[in-house]
């Protein structure tokens, strides 16, 4: 690529950047620009000052062997003011503009996890949630870092025409020093620039990779630790970390020959205007006064270049961070926005010819199923054969390839998202509880207490829950309340059943829970069914609640009837009374 | 029934212990642990240090050579002298020069150093965390973990790219200037020093309190972390519910709590550096008066007297870049206490250093008087006596909270009894070395966990050395041949994170075939197959069974042909050992296994009646 269409490049995306948090919060900016130039005028205002002391009162009080006590008292006074103003203007200036980079930070951060909780399914099971934690967390802050010397580095601007404009009329050649001096700083950072992108975005990539890693390690912290594979973990960790550091230190090595450069290009000013300016002075063009002016000039823009450079250092990294987010924001999200309601009561559940890819590899291959109004059907099929799928599908959770979905003769695409989950609820096999209490955890903020308390009944979980330290306010998660997998799907459960759904999916969700146990779930279900209900079933118990069986293999439905029909078929009778086969 | 798990409570005070808000201490003290955790710090430090003192005094040389240039050079007695001008002109460049080399090697020994100390350091804490068994937690809680190896470890980067250098610089900067200031005159200087001496209270008064600040930025950091795991963890079932309404505004709540906090601690940030500026200026103007008032009494000259005021006011810059630095500093230093915690969290399980072997073959299993509590709460086991010989199939089942499953967790050393021994193949289990526990014993939990990467990676998992081969023989021996020859891309089908891409009972096998291939002595198999289909559990179970003879296995089932099949049967009571005996035995006494026993017949046969 050519580097200087890359730099080009690099400073459009960084203004936009700058100008992206300039429109969300330019008050914010322009307040702290305000400070900035109070502190530069102030700055400058110091050295006017320190000057006049010197001619009005330092020297006269010398020379004169006379001093006003006033004058010093006065002199004084000025000085604490101007220092005054300086660090009012800091104070401004840092305010503001650490307001306008965090709210810029908290803005971009709740339009991400607002994104997170808008793109379809399928974008969490494609990327690492550990991935997705450095997004809103490291990404973010890196791509803000650029705004910290931002207002300083505008203010810089200001000096510099100052400067300038006195170097003019000391001499026009002591100004051309100068104005050599600001190509020069562009030359050095475009070098830079060039450079350091691409190892910066690797780091930036190296920091989303270890927080990957650290996820899934302790996601799987239970199987690291029975597999005895913690050394193997952390080794993995080091090797990623090692990664990062590796592509950190390339860019500290790039940074190691920008900064001193920065740093030196002052000094080398100073140097090239001493001897222009004396050989100035020593044809008469200039004076020695005018000289040392030029040397304080050139002194005071030191610290503001430093902080020009550190802008520039840090806006390629902002830039390749923000690069980042912005790719997960371009995600579509596709929101269902139907508009036709569901009509009351129990509803029918029609499936017709529903195909479910991933890849190139269908998990589900021309489904047609019925279930009438209120009854209840049980999928029953060998692990792997899609049952899970099918009930992602009729939930509404994933975008099958081709085929159609509805409810009571509406189809899924034609209702809203939120009328749709209103309508289904779905007990998964794996029950996912948040920290939260039990009661936000069951009637999710919407439920009546009498509705919790039934549906804990029904699920077997009332005894349990009354039994923890604080019933059903008690916390999951927190505080040592953490439940046994049976518990937890009999929480999930009631959450299922509070709703009181027109159509209830039961994804082997008690499947950790006791014998006993169940049955008595069961015997609730069948007391309290007035919906249309369809449950993943392994055991007999459950297939006999159902009115009908769909027999599910491979992706596709082999048979449908009811059990008894179905127990004519070897492949289904030996699935399902394997139990029985098994004590003989 | 117990409805809580009293060892989450523990763990949950160890993770509170790393969650507690930072205390107001010196940066100093944090400092010192810091560098006892990574020693490295102090490599090749001195050599680093003298490079950023040759750059300081590289910057103090230049205003040397200006006075140089002015002096003799233009305006000394012999007037306009270009020679001595280009001389002192080169010099200066080689100057500037030898200050830009000294910063370059500073700068590229300085990342060199750090990145290599804080990937270490890293690493430790990663490791840490696996040993102290927090990571198996709650989906927040391992947001927060995520923050302590990313985010926090992130803010001492940050301090060490722009923060050390800046320390060692402008301090050296500073001293120098107060070092010429004294050679002008020592009683102007006092003066200053003395205005400027409140400043030190003040200023720890201030770092302690940022300290605190930044401490708890962090803690906020991780808590917004630990929300974005769950809403991504929970992505399915937010939106099976539409419980986007809810999430979104405690989402929002923590964003607005983590950014309140960042803008809080800036009051410290905006607010010192004016007041130490303030502080400079009044001994600016205090010198200023002094010295032109008693001017007689110093002995100064017009010359110095203007030097000297000169050089208070060059002093405010690097006192203006440290005050910068402090409050980087202070950042990192919160987020290196944070991680400094989690290390100091004690490891309850500690390896032996010489650990002993395990016998080869099927092992014994012997519970000698074993209880266990956690730090708080009542006993979750006791007295529990039990001698199992080598080869025995062993089912264990009861309710949940009965113990069983603790009892699974003492046996492959998740914990270590508090009181009795637990032996295994004679071996007392704390003594036995984590590599022959590992080779030896084998349990596989109900949460099928997997890698992100293809099936017979994960099953390799199961054991370092396993060939292909191995892994083939692995599935023949479970008969999961044609299940594997369903599947897209045979073993080499990537499954996703978690293994998201399975079923949850595709993972259970995946698990199971981990565990064959390690051929373990011991096998705890604990709900194993929980989600697998009927026939396909029961051909496991076969097949389990088949491979037994080389080794004892326990099986912790709800579904209870696996205990028809066992040997022996141990049923669980409240932390207690209620029944044990062959299935037939129990069938015949009255108790707890034979109402379990009824109810699942009732559960799985078409007809109860029959059975």
Redo the contacts between chains.
């Keep these: 690529m050519d580097p200087a269409s890359t730099d080009e490049h690099m400073w459009r995306r960084g203004s936009r950047l700058i100008m992206r948090s300039l429109r969300l919060h330019p008050t914010m900016h322009a307040t702290a620009m305000l400070g900035a130039l109070m502190y530069v005028a102030a700055s400058i205002g110091g050295a006017v000052i320190l000057g006049r002391v010197t001619d009005d009162l330092v020297v006269p009080a010398f020379e004169d062997g006379t001093v006003d006590r006033g004058d010093i008292w006065t002199m004084m006074a000025i000085v604490v003011v101007v220092s005054f103003v300086r660090g009012a203007g800091v104070v401004v200036r840092r305010w503001f503009l650490s307001l306008a980079e965090n709210r810029t930070q908290r803005d971009w951060r709740r339009d991400l996890v607002w994104h997170y909780l808008d793109v379809p399914l399928r974008f969490h099971r494609e990327r690492p949630t550990g991935e997705l934690l450095a997004h809103a967390d490291l990404d973010l802050t890196t791509a803000t870092m650029v705004l910290k010397p931002l207002a300083f580095s505008a203010s810089v601007v200001v000096l510099v025409v100052v400067a300038t404009v006195t170097l003019l009329i000391i001499h026009p050649l002591v100004a051309l020093v100068g104005v050599i001096l600001f190509p020069t700083l562009v030359i050095l950072s475009q070098i830079y620039t060039s450079r350091v992108e691409e190892p910066a975005a690797r780091a930036q990539q190296g920091v989303g990779d270890v927080s990957a890693v650290a996820f899934e390690s302790f996601e799987g912290a239970l199987i690291v630790k029975t597999l005895g594979r913690e050394e193997a973990e952390i080794e993995r960790m080091r090797a990623a970390s090692a990664r990062l550091r590796d592509e950190r230190l390339v860019v500290g090595r790039i940074r190691a020959f920008f900064e001193p450069s920065i740093d030196a290009l002052p000094h080398v000013g100073s140097i090239a205007l001493l001897l222009l300016g004396s050989w100035l002075v020593s044809r008469g063009s200039a004076t020695p006064g005018d000289l040392v002016l030029a040397a304080v000039i050139f002194g005071l823009l030191a610290t503001p270049l430093r902080v020009f450079g550190f802008f520039l250092e840090e806006l390629p990294r902002s830039v390749v961070a923000l690069d980042r987010i912005d790719r997960v924001m371009a995600t579509d999200i596709e929101p269902r926005e139907g508009v036709t309601s569901l009509p009351d009561g129990p509803l029918p559940i029609r499936v017709r010819h529903l195909t479910v890819a991933y890849g190139p590899n269908d998990i589900l291959t021309d489904v047609d199923i019925d279930v009438p109004a209120g009854r209840v059907a049980a999928l029953v099929g060998p692990t792997g054969s899609g049952k899970s799928t099918l009930m992602e599908a009729i939930a509404g959770l994933l975008d099958p390839s081709s085929g159609t979905v509805d409810l009571g003769g509406i189809d899924v695409d034609d209702v809203s998202a939120k009328e749709w989950s209103a309508a289904v609820a779905f007990a998964f096999q794996e029950s996912f509880l948040f920290t939260d209490s039990i009661d936000q955890n069951v009637g999710l903020g919407v439920r009546t207490d009498a509705e919790i308390a039934d549906a804990l009944a029904v699920a077997q979980a009332d005894t349990f829950v009354a039994e923890l330290t604080d019933g059903r306010s008690t916390v999951v998660g927190e505080r040592g309340t953490t439940l046994s997998g049976g518990q937890r799907q009999r929480v999930a459960l009631a959450r299922a059943l509070a709703r009181k759904p027109k159509v209830l999916l039961l994804d082997d969700a008690t499947s950790a829970v006791d014998p006993v146990v169940e049955a008595e779930i069961l015997a609730g279900l069948r007391r309290s069914l007035d919906m249309t209900v369809m449950v993943v079933a392994h055991r007999i118990s459950t297939i006999l609640l159902a009115d009908s069986v769909v027999y599910l293999d491979e992706g596709r439905v082999v048979a449908t009837g009811t059990h008894d029909e179905l127990l004519k078929r070897d492949d289904y009778r030996a699935l399902v009374t394997a139990y029985e086969q098994g004590d003989a | ?6 060892e ?5 005070a160890v993770a509170s212990l790393i969650d507690d808000e930072s205390p107001e201490i010196g940066g100093l003290t944090v400092f010192k642990r810091g560098l006892k955790v990574s020693p490295d710090l102090r490599n090749g430090l001195l050599v680093t240090v003298l490079l950023a003192l040759t ?1 300081a005094a590289g910057r103090l040389i ?2 040397i ?2 006075q140089l ?2 002096d003799r ?3 000394g007695d012999d ?2 002298r ?1 020679g001595f ?2 001389a002192v ?1 080169l010099g ?2 080689g100057v ?2 030898l ?3 000294a ?3 500073t ?2 020994r300085l ?2 150093m750090t ?2 100390v ?2 270490n350091l ?2 430790r804490v ?2 840490h ?3 102290l ?11 927060v ?3 302590r ?3 926090d470890i ?1 803010t001492l ?1 940050r301090f060490t ?1 722009w923060g050390l250098i800046s320390w060692i610089t402008d301090t050296a900067i500073i001293l120098g200037t107060v070092a010429v200031m004294l050679w002008y005159s020592w009683q102007l200087t006092l003066l200053v020093l003395a205005v400027h001496a409140p400043l030190v209270p003040f200023l720890r008064w201030v770092q302690r309190r940022q300290f605190v600040s930044y401490g708890l930025v962090r803690t906020r ?1 991780a808590e ?3 929300h ?21 505004e405690r ?2 709540d923590s ?2 709590r ?2 309140r906090q ?2 809080r601690s ?1 009051i410290w ?3 010192m ?3 130490v ?2 502080v ?3 001994s ?3 010198a ?2 002094v ?3 008693w ?1 007689g009494d110093l002995g100064l ?2 010359g110095e ?2 030097a000297f ?2 050089l208070v ?1 060059l002093i405010l ?1 690097p006192i203006a870049q440290l005050g910068e630095v402090l409050d980087q500093t202070q950042t990192a230093l919160a987020g290196w206490w944070k991680v400094l915690r989690v290390l100091e969290v004690p490891v309850d399980v500690v390896e032996p250093d010489d650990g002993e072997p395990l016998p080869e073959g099927p092992l014994s299993i012997e519970l000698d008087g074993v209880g266990f509590s956690y730090r ?2 009542p006993p979750v086991l006791r007295g529990v006596g039990l001698r199992i010989p080598p080869e025995t199939v062993v089912a264990v089942v009861g ?3 009965s113990g069983k ?1 603790t009892c699974a967790r003492l046996l ?1 050393r ?1 914990a270590d009894p508090t009181e009795g021994v637990v032996r295994i193949g004679g071996v007392d289990l704390r003594v036995v070395s ?2 022959a ?2 080779q030896s014993i ?6 099928g ?4 990467t293809t099936i017979r990676n994960n099953i390799r ?2 054991r ?1 050395d396993a060939t292909d081969t191995d892994v083939e023989q692995a599935i023949d021996e479970l008969g999961l041949r044609d ?1 594997v020859g ?1 599947l ?1 891309d045979g073993l080499d089908t990537v499954v ?3 293994g ?7 993972r259970q ?1 995946v ?1 199971l075939a ?1 565990a064959q291939v390690a051929d373990p002595g011991l096998l705890l198999l604990d ?1 194993a197959t ?10 496991l ?2 097949a389990l069974d088949r491979l037994a003879g080389g080794r004892t296995m326990v099986s912790i089932a ?4 696996t205990a ?2 066992a040997d022996l049967v141990v049923v669980f009571d409240a932390g207690e050992i209620a029944q044990v005996g062959s299935h037939e035995e129990l069938v015949a006494q009255p108790g707890i296994y034979s ?2 026993y009824a ?2 017949i ?5 007809d109860p009646s029959a059975a």
């Design positions: 029934m117990a409805g809580q798990l009293p989450l409570e523990a763990l949950d750059a230049i205003p050579l200006v240039v002015l050079g233009l305006l007037g306009y270009p001008l280009w002109a200066a460049l500037v020069a200050v830009t080399w910063t370059r090697v700068l590229i990342v060199d990145e290599t804080l990937m890293r690493v990663f490791g965390i696996h040993r068994s927090l990571a198996d937690h709650t989906e927040s809680r391992r947001g973990l995520v923050a190896v990313t985010s992130e980067t790219q950091v917004t972390l630990g974005v795991s769950e809403t991504v963890s929970g992505a399915e079932v937010i939106r099976a519910y539409d419980y986007e309404g809810p999430v979104r989402m929002e964003i607005q983590q950014y960042q803008q800036m940030f905006a607010g550096l004016p007041v500026d303030l400079s200026s009044i600016l103007a205090a200023v008066g010295g032109v008032w001017r000259g017009v007297l203007v005021l000169f006011n810059n708080t709460g309710e949940t909270g499953t492959t998740l984590p590599e526990r590992r084998r349990m596989v939990p109900q949460d966990f997997l890698f992100d998992f199961g370092d299940w369903g897209p996703g994170e978690r998201g891409r399975l079923s949850v009972g595709e096998l698990a981990r709900e929980s989600a697998v289909d009927p026939e396909t559990e029961e051909a179970a076969a709800h579904r209870l042909s028809e099949r109402a379990l109810s699942w009732g559960n799985t046969r078409s």
